[in-house]
């Protein structure tokens, strides 16, 4: 009986109850379809940011698609990360996002300063590389990213994109040997609950985190001006403590028909629960590699009003939504008015085309065959 390679998997946000995570849910839908191949194990934090106590068990836990182990998180990231390096036999790392102080970067420093794996590493940047993310907070940024050239912490790396977009990105900030390998993320459709419709009001969505990059003030401008009735259910964890009190500010000066109901953080049950009721699906972004949550709204039947910064594009053209420059707020407020003026008939066609959308990428990313095959290279380039 052969012994499936082990793929060691950093996913910070794989705590335990997290199942709103797009990327959480990505690595659940690979790991189901290339278990037969691969021995997926996963390391995570063992509680939310801010929580007071741990909410994970003990131990390696089987999870039938995966193992998982929860580490606690101390000043300087994951305690115990790197004996768990090294007392856990692993033929592939893979990391998730570059900047990353609980895992990515004490995985590194602790394999190449330490040799606390010699395995071969796929990094994930997870969009950090677009345009849109480097603006925020960007003099940091640059300065670690000069420095982690300086220091060859990327030395021997496989870089992993989602898109031949972001592989562009990577590329401009990326040592000029660097090997970037393009695997789309792997998604499987929703199953909401039936539409129905409810009041008069146009139900408008958001879910994300509540960062600079998501546009949740944009969002909230562009409904300032809207003269149909609204209702705004806004989902995701605060962030970034002073883009939500801006958004707070922005959203007590709406008019009276433009009612914001803010949800916080929340199970991806109760999300897709509150998409199978919304009319449209609002998230301005700064830039998305991926863009889980507009995933999510589209499989759901819910067409999405994003900007033009995310690998979703030709959404009008299908009927599934409208893909927007930031630098046209008018043209946001116009799309709202639009589908609330459309009869029934024509909200369920574009309801359908939302879904239809989604359906197309799930048959056609070929997310599980291309990861495999990064999977499958970087070991053969280590042995």
């Keep these: 009986m052969s012994v499936k390679p082990v793929v060691l998997v950093a996913l910070g946000s794989f705590w335990p109850g997290n199942d709103a995570s797009g990327p959480n849910q990505s690595f659940i839908a690979l790991a189901s379809a290339l278990k037969a191949e691969f021995d997926f194990r996963v390391v995570a934090r063992d509680r939310a940011p801010g929580a007071p106590a741990s909410s994970a068990p003990q131990g390696w836990v089987d999870l039938g698609y ?3 182990h929860y580490l606690k998180i101390g000043r300087l990231g994951a305690r115990g990360l790197a004996a768990l390096l090294r007392a856990t036999p692993h033929d592939a790392l893979w990391l998730n996002s570059v900047y990353d102080r609980e895992f990515t970067l004490p ?42 050239r300086t220091l060859k912490l990327w030395r021997d790396i496989a870089w992993h994109a989602t898109s031949e977009a972001e592989a562009r990105d990577m590329a401009a900030q990326t040592p000029s040997d660097a090997r970037i390998v393009v695997a789309p993320n792997l998604r499987l459709m929703l199953s909401p609950p039936p539409f129905t419709r409810g009041e008069e009001a146009l139900r408008v969505i958001f879910v994300g985190r509540i960062a600079p990059i998501k546009g949740l003030a944009f969002a909230l401008a562009a409904l300032a001006r809207v003269r149909c009735r609204v209702t705004f259910e806004i989902f995701g964890p605060p962030e970034d403590e002073a883009t939500y009190a801006h958004a707070r ?16 953080a929340a199970s991806n049950e109760a999300i897709v629960e509150a998409l199978a009721r919304s009319d449209l699906f609002l998230l301005p972004t700064g830039g998305e590699n991926f863009g889980h949550a507009i995933f999510e709204a589209l499989s759901c039947g819910v067409p999405a009003l994003i900007s033009d910064q995310t690998p979703w594009r030709g959404l009008t053209a299908r009927r599934a939504g409208w893909d927007l420059p930031l630098a ?48 499958r290279g970087a070991m053969a380039r280590a042995r």
């Design 66 to 68: 995966a193992q998982a």
């Design 107 to 148: 995985a590194l420093i602790a394999a190449r300063l330490f040799g606390a794996s010699r395995a071969p590493v796929i990094l994930s940047p997870r969009g950090e590389f677009g345009a849109g993310a480097l603006e925020v907070k960007s003099g940091k940024k640059q300065i670690f990213l000069r420095l982690a």
């Design 249 to 264: 500010a922005v959203a007590q000066e709406l008019p009276a028909h433009v009612v914001v109901r803010w949800r916080g």
């Design 328 to 375: 046209r707020p008018q043209a946001f407020v116009d799309a709202i008015e639009t589908i609330a003026a459309l009869p029934d008939e024509a909200r369920a066609a574009w309801r359908e085309g939302a879904r239809d959308r989604a359906r197309a990428y799930v048959e056609h990313s070929g997310g599980a065959q291309a990861s495999a095959a990064m999977l």
